[in-house]
């Protein structure tokens, strides 16, 4: 592994956000991004679902663009989506929005991808209630780099939360974990 001589291995923006949440003092100035942040998404996705769910439950709004890119509708919806841009009960393509999504950029119930995000969600950069993947945040969170309330993996960052990992936990290196 290559690092920077005198830099600590893992994740430095994962580290960050667990040693800003850990400090009673510094957690304010992070949280007040964070909770602006959680409400445009909640805003987003509470009116989301409703469309995404009228399409998914209805035979009748199916709906797949003329326009083509790689053989693929650039625009899909129904309760089986295939396209660059899906929504669906199941859904696949580039982005994939719906019950069990599948694309490069993921995100329902069940997320698998590049990047997703989720209840579950299986990806290179996971974010959601149980995450796995390379760098996953989450309730649940499980990778390389791990940062959420459970971290599990090889650095895990859970600022108040419990943190098991292999290298690092919470900015603790291997010897002083219990693992």
Do not use: C
Not at 22 to 38: E, H, V
């Amino acid at each position: 592994m290559l690092i920077r001589p005198g830099a600590q291995p893992g994740p430095v923006w994962m580290r960050n956000i667990s040693d800003s949440l850990s400090d009673p003092d510094r957690s304010s100035k992070f949280m007040m991004p964070f909770w602006a942040f959680f409400l445009i998404y909640m805003v987003v996705f509470i009116g989301l679902p409703h469309f995404v769910t009228a399409v998914a439950l209805s035979k009748e709004h199916a709906y797949e663009s003329s326009a083509r890119f790689g053989g693929m509708p650039v625009v899909s919806y129904s309760p089986v989506a295939h396209g660059i841009i899906a929504f669906g009960a199941r859904a696949t393509g580039i982005i994939a929005m719906g019950g069990v999504a599948v694309g490069v950029i993921a995100i329902g119930g069940l997320a698998v991808g590049i990047v997703s995000v989720g209840g579950l969600s299986v990806a290179v950069l996971a974010l959601a209630g149980v995450a796995i993947g390379w760098r996953a945040v989450g309730g649940l969170a499980a990778g390389q780099g791990a940062l959420g309330g459970l971290a599990i993996g090889k650095y895990a960052y859970a600022g108040i939360g419990a943190a098991y990992g292999a290298v690092e936990a919470s900015g603790r290196q291997k010897e002083h974990l219990i693992v």
